[in-house]
């Protein structure tokens, strides 16, 4: 039996993740929290019965009372609710699929609990990897990725024991602007970036698939994740997203996971590592494919992927800076008030803005994060 605690529940992964349950019945869903989504919350209360549930505000509480007053479930609330939820007793694996780097805290208490991380937030570890990968050694946890190139890449390393890596190639499916240049992405409105070719995900990461940030942040979490320098990490667009990533070892050998375009098959095994389970997917048929094609990512026109590398080279707390711009800026497009391009553009102008810190604790990744929100307010 799988025990789990599922940290953003209503998203696109955390109702991918039910999904699963849905179809295996030796995974019981002991805690779910969610944002400010509360019918939907209510519906997987009564589905999954689970013994708790977060919501984010006293007031959202109060109404998910109402709706499942007949339930007996615990609810709580705000930080020290997620929290809880991470670190609630029975469960024995968490899957962090909250957005932004307030997954951060969560994370860290649950690896202290000895809890699995099924870790879908990626800022976690663009922020915080090395508090994170330290500590969930420390307590001998498991870090299982979730994303599908990180779990490509995980699964190409099993067996290969002590093999050294060479390099990890990222695929990218270039987003829905790939080929075009700066000019041609000068109108580009919410609803254009939404539109991602080959994925469906939530409205958050499809804009960083758009302005190709989300491979930068998936660089930045691969260094942490399997332990290799930034120099060794290439991103590859590839735009059927078919090979999913790649390994290539010392040798000049290469390892590819490929699948069709479902997260759910990375979910699933990082759920029940090591174990394969049936999944109700559509499987590849390479007589259907009818090519494959690579190309070199376009670092002049994505600039949000080509600082992504800066940032990460120099560490510290650049990271952190380029993850919270990130976030606002995308909130701010998405809510209309700045342009596309913007985002890129006010990224580079917080990095240069702020001062350079080499080892950020907790509080200084939180603190900064308010820092560049301040300062952003000020200036879009």
């Excluded at 039996?1 to 002991?30: C, E, F, P, W, Y």
């Excluded at 937030?121 to 420390?138: Q, R």
């Excluded at 560490?315 to 342009?339: D, H, Q, T, W």
Aim: a negative charge; proline letters at 4%.
């Amino acid at each position: 039996m799988r025990n789990i605690s599922i940290l953003g529940s209503t998203g696109s992964i955390g109702t991918q993740t039910l999904d699963i349950a849905r179809q295996n019945k030796d995974i019981k869903v002991k805690a779910l929290a969610a944002g400010n989504n509360v019918k939907e919350l209510a519906k997987q209360i009564r589905e999954f019965e689970p013994e708790l549930a977060c919501i984010s505000t006293d007031e959202l509480a109060k109404e998910l009372k109402i709706l499942i007053g007949d339930m007996n479930v615990k609810i709580v609330t705000g930080m020290e609710g997620l929290i809880e939820a991470a670190t609630y007793a029975s469960s024995d694996i968490v899957v962090t699929a909250i957005v932004g780097m307030i997954g951060i805290i969560p994370t860290i208490e649950a690896i202290k609990c000895k809890k699995d991380i099924a870790l879908a937030n990626k800022e976690t570890l663009v922020t915080a990897g090395h508090i994170i990968m330290p500590l969930a050694k420390e307590y001998g946890v498991n870090i299982l990725p979730v994303d599908s190139e990180h779990s490509a890449i995980f699964q190409c390393l099993n067996g290969e024991g002590g093999n050294r890596i060479s390099k990890l190639l990222l695929t990218a499916s270039g987003g829905p602007f790939r080929g075009r240049t700066i000019e041609q992405m000068q109108n580009i409105t919410v609803e254009d970036a939404l539109k991602h070719p080959n994925w469906a995900m939530g409205q958050k990461i499809t804009i960083d698939s758009a302005t190709m940030v989300n491979k930068g942040l998936e660089v930045m979490e691969a260094k942490w994740l399997f332990d290799v320098d930034i120099d060794r990490i290439e991103v590859v667009v590839h735009p059927q997203s078919i090979i999913h990533s790649m390994v290539e070892f010392d040798d000049g050998g290469i390892m590819a996971q490929l699948g069709s375009p479902d997260m759910r098959l990375p979910i699933q095994y990082a759920l029940y590592y090591p174990e394969r389970r049936i999944l109700n997917s559509k499987r590849l048929n390479f007589a259907d494919i009818a090519k494959l094609t690579f190309e070199a990512p376009d670092f002049e026109n994505f600039r949000g992927l080509k600082l992504a590398f800066e940032v990460a080279s120099k560490g510290g707390n650049m990271p952190v800076i380029y993850n919270a711009a990130n976030e606002y800026l995308v909130s701010r497009f998405l809510n209309r008030k700045i342009e596309f391009l913007d985002i890129p553009k006010y990224i580079n102008e917080s990095i240069e803005h702020f001062q350079y810190v080499e080892n950020p604790t907790v509080k200084e990744i939180i603190d900064m994060e308010t820092a560049v929100y301040e300062y952003l307010g000020s200036r879009c």
